[in-house]
């Protein structure tokens, strides 16, 4: 699909987005898991939570402007932000 010449730049980074964010998502939460088994503390999952959301945001803001896409009217910036 992100190869068809024929789709328009939104939708092709809105899925290429929705694939990176995707892979992206679960390595974050088994790191935030594993701290949390081993150390034993709370405030280290919201660390790693925050830390998660700031690098989609990044990840949605330079696909977003790879694509000449105003990052701000990119589908998932209010999710992300």
Known sequence: MLTDPGLPDG???MVA???SAASVFPVFVALAFLW????????VR???????CA??????TAMALRARISPLTFPPAPLFT
């Open 17 to 19: 987005f929705a694939w």
């Open 55 to 60: 690098v989609i945001a990044v990840l949605r």
């Open 46 to 52: 919201i660390a790693f939570t925050t830390a998660h």
């Open 11 to 13: 939708p092709r980074t």
């Open 36 to 43: 949390s088994a081993v150390f034993g503390t709370g405030i």
